[in-house]
């Protein structure tokens, strides 16, 4: 509604000034102005669709006893025409038509009347138009920003989960060249190793024997590269996310509600460290408690490291002995991390381990 109600209902009202030609002003001619001027400004800034028959009636009731108010009739009538209360309107028109075109007859005030209403049609229903044809836009636009951003997310997470994709194939690749690598150029140095030796006790020849032992020098180096490059491959393609996901699918012990939020470059020592504490930790449940869920937590943050295990249940624990726990403060303490355990309304394990250790 807004710019173009207060638009129209005002250019009625200075439209149905014309009648001050034949009628005069007078008290009542005034109070007439100043009842619609009411009645639009009321529809305008108050709801009252319920209760719209009363000022409606009140002002028919005023009409009634004085005819000036009938003269403002094309700017209530604009009014009547939102409302689409046409029983309204044609009660006023017949009262319009009965003052000026029957019982005082005044062809000047009933064409201005009749104009006025004509206008007052073509207006409400050109801002009933615009404010449909807006609200259409509106809820176009709106829909049309709805369906980007679910796009965007869409489009985000499918990005996420090739970037996973990727990542997880990396890790296999990785694994599987540290796998051939162990398998097959690691055997035939293993082979070539033998073979020297062999002919180091076998031979016979001094002029041999300082290449022989060159040469059984550099394949040993070879080989601790190769061991090297080996278990460097077979680390960085440990996914910490599906390890404990392993750990979790053979724990039946009782439900494990597992939280992961973090992100791919974790150093190793990390990983087997959270590895080995989940571990650690989901054996002990089993054997020390009698909980009946348990809750898992890895989460990464800008400067630290973090894993929480805790459980509901209430068994007895000794914080003091035990080789798992003892452990499990030493690979934290080795990573210059901090380690707390309590035993409060059931078993928890709160670690954390720095960046740039």
């Not at 209902?9 to 109070?31: A, E, M, N, R």
């Not at 207006?123 to 044809?133: A, F, G, H, I």
């Amino acid at each position: 509604m807004g710019v173009n109600y207060l638009r129209d209902t005002g250019l009625l009202l200075l439209y149905c000034f014309l009648t001050l030609f034949q009628t005069g002003s007078d008290f009542f001619y005034i109070l007439a102005f100043l009842t619609a001027v009411i009645l639009c400004c009321a529809d305008y800034f108050l709801d009252f669709k319920k209760f719209f028959f009363l000022p409606v009636l009140l002002y028919f009731t005023l009409s009634l006893l004085s005819p000036f108010f009938l003269c403002f009739f094309p700017a209530v009538s604009y009014v009547l025409l939102r409302h689409r209360s046409y029983p309204s309107l044609a009660a006023g028109l017949g009262l319009f038509l009965y003052f000026f075109g029957t019982k005082d007859i005044n062809f000047y005030i009933l064409c201005i009347g009749l104009l006025g209403l004509l206008i007052a049609c073509v207006l409400q229903k050109s801002t009933s138009c615009y404010e449909r044809l807006e609200e259409l836009y509106r809820r176009t636009r709106d829909d049309s920003t709805e369906l980007n951003l679910l796009l965007t997310e869409r489009n985000h997470t499918l990005l996420e989960k090739q970037d996973y994709e990727i990542y997880t194939a990396t890790l296999k690749e990785r694994n599987r060249i540290a796998r051939e690598i162990h398998d097959n150029v690691g055997h035939l140095l293993s082979r070539s190793i033998l073979i020297t030796g062999a002919l180091q006790a076998v031979n016979k020849d001094d002029t041999l024997d300082e290449s022989l032992r060159t040469l059984d020098a550099s394949l040993n180096s070879a080989m601790d590269s190769i061991r090297s490059s080996v278990h460097d491959l077979h680390d960085e393609s440990i996914n910490l996310e599906e390890a404990v996901n392993g750990l979790i699918k053979d724990f039946i012990f009782c439900p494990i509600s597992f939280h992961y939020d973090m992100g791919r470059e974790i150093p190793k020592e990390v990983k087997y460290c959270f590895i080995s504490i989940t571990k650690e930790a989901l054996a002990n449940i089993m054997r020390h408690s009698n909980a009946d869920y348990v809750q898992l937590y890895m989460r990464e943050h800008p400067g630290l490291y973090q894993l929480c295990i805790e459980d509901n249940g209430n068994g007895t624990y000794s914080l003091d002995s035990g080789i798992g726990l003892i452990n499990m403060k030493e690979r934290v303490h080795t990573l210059k991390g901090n380690i707390q355990i309590l035993t409060e309304k059931g078993f928890k394990i709160f670690i954390t381990i720095p960046k740039g250790v």
